[in-house]
């Protein structure tokens, strides 16, 4: 019995009349303004609705079904109900009738209350199974939260970065350019390939050598040419050595180039690492949405739980107020007697009086119920 149900019970028993308005019962009025236009087309799909028109309207048409609902249960609850116990009904039974009465009353009640209390439980472990799931709910969005903010933190960076690089590659393309035109004018006459060309070739030919079935002759040849090209990178840098311009040029653009190519790494890890929190937040907000239409079915069979409990209470009021009325009928009984009670006596001394006015001979108690009667 929950805290309501108690004070209508201890009212009765108190001979108070209870309230029964049920707080608890009332279902609160849904938000539709947080549901998508989607949702909100699948729900008048649901009711048969039209499923045109903006978000606004599709809302107004919900909750203009909603009121309509509403109106025709209200109209169903004041329906005349036909109450289970009638205490018009308990004038003119004896002393005898009302107890067998009041024990059937009290074989009800007792069943009543039971019932009672297991919707009762019911309701509560709906009620738990709720609030769980709305802390469930709570903690999905907490994690959108987190990892929307880590997300938008880490697209920032990687602007920030990108930024950076745009000007250090700037800077390389700058310096590549000093360092090849000052190489062009020292070594002019030399014909020196460019490096990069000269590495590009041998990744060309290593990956052929380790892809391409060749026989020994030409493997031999492909690794004679990888040897070549090697050998002239490696003239290439002894030549540049001998200018310190020149190898100070190459070196600042060298040192440029690889803080380019951190910053395009540091780049990535940044963006890969805010998909992922973004992914994450997906995840987590529809992990949110699965557990707050879990914690509204669930707060639906609560609602419903504690209805059949409130009907059930107030029938077990009834029985309560059928069984104080026999107890004070009762004890107003052994005070006078009852009316039906009153009337086999009445009978009787009429009887006893015709007996002793024909002659009859009466015992002393039959003259003194005739005497009670007011008829000697």
Known sequence: MDSEQETQATAVIEGEQP??????????????????????KELLKELGLPLSGKKSDLIERLQASNEKVDEESGESKEETKEPLVSIDKLDGLSRTEL???????????????????????????????????????KEHMDKVHVHRDLRNGLNVEVGEIRDERREITNQANTLKDVFLKLKRQRFSGLNLPPVSKLRKQIQELELKQMTTPLTTDKERALVDEISSLQNKIRQHDELIETDTEVLDARDTFRESENKRRELGKKMQKSRQEAQAAHHTMKDSLRLNRQTR??????????????????????????????????????ASQGRSGSSADQRANAASAEELFTKFLSGEKL???????????GML
Do not use: C, W
């Open 363 to 373: 015992s002393t108690e039959q003259l003194m119920i005739i005497q009670k009667a």
């Open 293 to 330: 239409r879990k914690a509204d079915a669930a707060q639906k069979q609560f609602v419903k739980a504690k209805e059949k409990a409130d009907v059930v209470h107030n029938e077990y009021i009834e029985y309560l107020r059928g069984m104080q009325e026999i107890d004070r009928m009762t």
């Open 19 to 40: 309230s029964n308005v049920s707080e608890n019962s009332a279902k609160p009025a849904p938000d539709y303004n947080d549901l998508t236009v989607i949702k909100l």
């Open 99 to 137: 107890r067998d009465l009041r024990k059937e009353y009290h074989k009800q009640a007792e069943v009543l209350r039971v019932k009672r209390d297991e919707l009762n439980l019911k309701s509560q472990s709906h009620a738990s199974e709720r609030n769980d799931l709305n802390l469930k709910a």
